[in-house]
């Protein structure tokens, strides 16, 4: 099953620059929020199902709410390997440096490594923890970094 961002996420375009609550549809929390993600080390939380951040319930998660992975930030990492990957849809190491040269505000390196070996995996299971990736809408035009973040 698809699984789509929900309205208030920060990664819908339509969102971002709004007036919210504690600045999270801001450029400083989009950059912030993309930091985390391009540099890796843990998945992103959808913030309306995540109630361990006081900011989470702030923007209206419920108290007893279940953590999920957003499928905004989900997105966003698989339109990064789609620009990582050749036209044959590899991943080489020509492809790797034309992407290290050509998306300064891309995955990082650690990013990258997480990404590929922890979340990724080969055959589609991760190799060491992380989880499976929810399936999402890679194409959803209503999901994208903000113009300064690419």
């Known amino acids: ?5 929900c309205d208030q996420c920060p990664w819908r375009l339509a969102n971002q620059g709004k007036r919210s609550p504690g600045g999270f549809y801001t450029k400083k929390n989009a950059k912030r929020l993309w930091g985390q993600i391009r540099r890796g080390g843990a ?11 006081p900011d989470h319930i702030a923007a209206g998660c419920a108290e007893n709410a279940t953590a999920q992975e957003c499928p905004g930030s989900v997105i966003l990492v698989m339109r990064e390997f789609r620009l990582l ?4 849809r590899n991943i080489t190491p020509a492809s790797i440096d034309r992407y290290k040269a050509t998306r300064k505000g891309g995955l990082t390196k650690s990013g990258l490594h997480y990404w590929v070996v922890s979340r990724l995996g080969f055959g589609d299971a ?12 890679v194409d959803d035009p209503e999901v994208g970094l903000p113009e300064s973040l690419k």
């Open 1 to 5: 099953m698809t699984k789509k961002p």
């Open 43 to 53: 998945k992103q939380s959808c913030h309306l199902t995540d109630p361990s951040h």
């Open 85 to 88: 990957a050749d036209a044959g």
């Open 126 to 137: 991760p190799i060491v923890g992380g989880g499976v990736l929810p399936e999402v809408d």
